[in-house]
């Protein structure tokens, strides 16, 4: 496992842009994001492999979402533009550093995820 330490969340307006980021404490070999909001079950927002070279995403927030990392600082980015109130949630970052992924549905899985980070709050005013 390594130790991941979310920040960049916040109150902001539809139609406005956030950045997330996540620190890890170690190497992985992915990371991705995923959201709760009030009421609701954990859901796949974001993920991308250790390179970088493959990223995938959840439909809802295809077009607006963009996921990166820098390999350097062993950090994760979510740049989240065009946001909706549906957007409003608790996002937590993860990472798998037992073994690769290979396709959509391991990535999208919260249950492949052996590290988590503390979650930070994102709450879109309509």
């Known amino acids: 496992q390594v130790r991941l330490v979310e920040s960049g969340g916040g109150l902001v307006q539809a139609g406005d842009s956030l950045r997330l980021s996540c620190a890890a404490s170690?190497?992985?070999?992915?990371m991705g994001w995923f959201r709760q909001g009030p009421g609701k079950e954990r859901e796949f927002v974001a993920a991308?492999?250790?390179?970088?070279?493959?990223?995938y995403y959840a439909d809802s927030v295809k077009g607006r979402f963009t996921i990166s990392r820098d390999s350097a600082k062993n950090t994760m980015y979510l740049q989240m533009n065009s946001l909706k109130p549906e957007d409003t949630a608790v996002y937590y970052c993860?990472?798998?550093?037992?073994?690769?992924?290979?396709?959509?549905?391991?990535?999208?899985?919260?249950?492949?995820?052996?590290?988590w980070g503390q979650g930070t709050q994102v709450t879109v005013s309509s």
């Open positions: 993860s990472a798998r550093t037992r073994s690769a992924l290979y396709s959509y549905s391991t990535y999208s899985a919260p249950s492949n995820y052996d590290s």
């Open positions: 991308l492999s250790w390179s970088g070279s493959y990223t």
């Open positions: 170690g190497r992985n070999y992915a």
